[in-house]
Nanobody, 117 residues
């Protein structure tokens, strides 16, 4: 299984950006999907996750600003980021569990989001 992330870039503070991640190859039924991020000098942290049934969870720092969604038919997950802040600057990594009951997790290559002040 491969995860291909896209949509990162440079945006001014207060702006919006959408990152997407598509899973391909040997997929039967993907489980939870989501995004982690790692900013400069920071630990990797969970940003948002979504189950195959659509239940979501968010880091407190992004609640009300970010929205995660997924398209099960296309095995894709999206992260809509609004009201971006400089502290959101990070490499964003998507992940996907092999199935709803599996502990095997796949990772995307990361996409850089830079928010300028």
């Amino acid at each position: 299984v491969q995860l291909q992330a896209s949509g990162g870039g440079l945006v001014q503070a207060g702006g919006s950006l959408r990152v997407s991640c598509a899973a391909s190859g040997g997929i039967f039924s993907i489980g939870d999907m989501g995004w982690y991020r790692q900013g400069p000098g920071k630990r990797r942290e969970l940003v948002a996750g979504i189950t195959s049934g659509g239940s979501t969870n968010y880091a407190d720092s992004v609640k009300g600003r970010f929205t995660i969604s997924r398209d099960n038919a296309k095995n894709t997950v999206h992260l809509q980021m609004n009201s971006l802040k400089p502290e959101d600057t990070a490499v964003y990594y998507c992940y996907a569990y092999a199935s709803s009951w599996s502990k095997v997790v796949y990772w995307g290559q990361g996409t850089l989001v830079t928010v300028s002040s």
